[in-house]
């Protein structure tokens, strides 16, 4: 990936918003670091999974979560406060070139001297929805690469809505859910997924296993089955969470083993329960927020080029596919980022 431009800024003013760090408690020491710049949102993700051989920012890092969290891995002499505002001022330097690129300028309405001067009157709204930036941290061989991620940007019900909020027993406790439609036509294709997701749901697979389970069905005033309500999975943004076109050359090959482990154990677990994946290709894996694959359709089938077509719905083809997957996923080495900030290990 070539470098980002840099653009001069008129004026950088970036400040951590300390009191909200999220950190995923049940994933390890992943977590997002928010920071304000000249009236935009960064939401900074971190994690040492985007860290490839990079032993002193890998420490820097989990010294900061340390900090945050006020326990473990510090010395008795370390101050906690320090080592965040170390942390901090360091993250700041390595995404200057974002900041300058996303947020060269301090808007009027955010603007120090035109607010003293009576020039320009902020908005509570302004500053409670500013403009949001997605951003990744990665290191390769303790050099620091700053990522952004841009979002695509679409109008409300654009496209037909997949999430959706449901009272599934009626307690008025609102369940958020995928909704998959089957149209028209489509009915035998929708006989076959029910008929798999109820194999699932009778099954013994047990409950903690990253699958796609059916939650619900949704008719029609002809009482016609319209879709199915699934299990919601929270994707990353990058190609919408599909395993299949995520940019390998930019993913750390240890989080790419990760995923291929996290798979290969959902299908045990599947196949212990005794149900079948099927279709087993890339295309229906995916990867939520916290970078755990999931693996989701269960209407049987094969992809060519994944699983032959002799072995389809069985638990050989299973395996075939997860062993392409495998490959598909590990193929490629890991390219960093350029950056113009190097780790100053002096300081550590």
Known sequence: MSSLPTVKAGRILAKPMRGSVHIHYDTGDDCVVFIRCNGREFHIQLSPFFFSDSPLIT???????????????????????????????????????????????????FDPDMIKRGEAKPLLSEYLFPEVHWCRLEAENDKPFPIHMPDEEKQALDDKPTRVLV????????????????????????????????????????????????????????????????????????????????????????????????????????????????????????????????????????????VDKEKADTEEGDLQGVERIAEYLLSEEYESASSDYEFDSKSE
């Open 59 to 109: 420490s820097r890092y989990l010294k900061f979560i340390a900090a945050l969290r006020d326990r473990g891995r510090l010395e008795e002499d370390e101050d906690p406060e320090d080592i965040k505002a170390r942390f901090y001022d360091w993250l700041m330097a390595v995404f200057e070139p974002i900041f300058s690129k996303l947020a060269p300028d301090v808007p009027p309405f």
């Open 167 to 306: 009272d599934l027993d009626g307690s008025g406790n609102m369940t958020t859910c995928f909704f998959k439609e089957f149209g028209a036509g489509a009915f035998m294709a929708l006989e076959k997924e029910l008929e798999a997701h109820l194999r699932l749901l009778k099954s013994d697979v047990a409950l903690e296993a990253r699958v796609a389970r059916l939650l619900g069905v949704v008719a029609a005033e002809d009482d016609r089955l319209a879709g199915i309500l699934l299990t919601y999975v929270n994707c990353r943004r990058e190609n919408d969470g599909i395993l299949d076109g995520i940019y390998r050359r930019r993913t750390p090959i240890a989080l790419r083993e990760r995923w291929v482990s996290q798979i290969r154990e959902a299908v045990q677990q599947l196949h212990v329960g005794g149900v079948i994946w099927g279709d087993a290709t890339a295309d229906n894996v995916l990867i939520d927020k916290n970078n755990d694959a999931w693996l989701i359709d269960f209407g049987g089938g094969h992809t060519e080029g994944w």
